[in-house]
């Protein structure tokens, strides 16, 4: 489904060249419930953003659904991203002015999936239900919970049916039982509709809930034993 081959990534910062990414081979198949640890700085959130279509390889190619990104274009990478990937961020990233349900649908209106307005309707509601926030669909971010207002981006990344979804920390700002609450969530979500989750994380007790565990090191990829 997505293959990251040989890809290595490089920023340079002033003077000196930073290597983020060495050589990273990785194959994800549908299904898939992948973490990534390693410390900060390890090329964690690169690798990610790579496949996310948000940043290019400097070496290497990655493909998805059978089509190479490298060298498409802005708008084309554009609606990959928009179609194919779902993404949960550490900040929530939550829209402040929309409720629950607006936030959940904004992404559909960027989507080239048009759905009808009552197929659209019933998808979000059971994307609320799914994950527990019915009583709170006409809340705004700031009267939410931070595990519930992750909970809404969640909601968010699955909402156009997405190939993968990418988490980088999605649970860095919650406190221990939140956070084992939310990729409890995930991996539910992945047991039920069969949705691939790649996430990256520091918090070792969480690994437990992942398929497959890989760790970084300066940018290196490696199975975790």
């Known amino acids: 489904m997505i293959k990251v081959e040989g890809v290595s990534k490089n920023y340079t910062l002033g003077k000196t060249t930073v290597r983020a990414l060495e050589n990273v081979n990785l194959q994800i198949e549908k299904g898939d ?3 990534l640890t390693g410390p900060s700085g390890s090329g964690k959130t690169t690798l990610q953003n790579i496949i996310g279509c948000l940043d290019r390889p400097n070496k290497g190619s990655v493909e998805i659904d059978g089509e190479k990104v490298n060298t498409l ?5 554009s609606e990959i991203r928009a179609d194919k990937i779902g993404f949960i961020f550490q900040s929530f990233n939550l829209v402040p002015v929309l409720n629950v ?10 989507s080239s999936k048009k759905l009808k307005s009552s197929e659209k309707e019933k998808k979000i509601n059971e994307l609320i239900e799914a994950v527990g926030l019915s009583e709170h669909w006409n ?14 981006a ?13 988490a980088d920390e999605p649970t860095a700002n919650l406190d221990t039982e939140t956070a084992e609450q939310i990729i409890a969530l995930l991996q539910s979500i ?14 070792g007790r969480l690994l437990k809930y992942a398929n497959t565990v890989y760790r970084m090191k300066d940018g290196v990829l490696e199975l975790n034993s």
């Open 33 to 35: 419930f992948i973490a």
């Open 73 to 77: 274009s802005k708008n084309r990478l």
């Open 101 to 110: 349900y607006e936030n959940i649908e904004f992404p559909t209106m960027l």
């Open 139 to 152: 809340h705004k971010p700031d009267e939410l919970s931070g595990g519930q207002r992750q909970r809404v």
């Open 154 to 166: 969640i909601a968010r990344a699955l909402v156009n049916d997405p190939l993968i979804v990418l």
């Open 190 to 203: 992945n047991k039920e509709y069969n949705t691939t989750f790649v996430f990256s994380t520091h918090d």
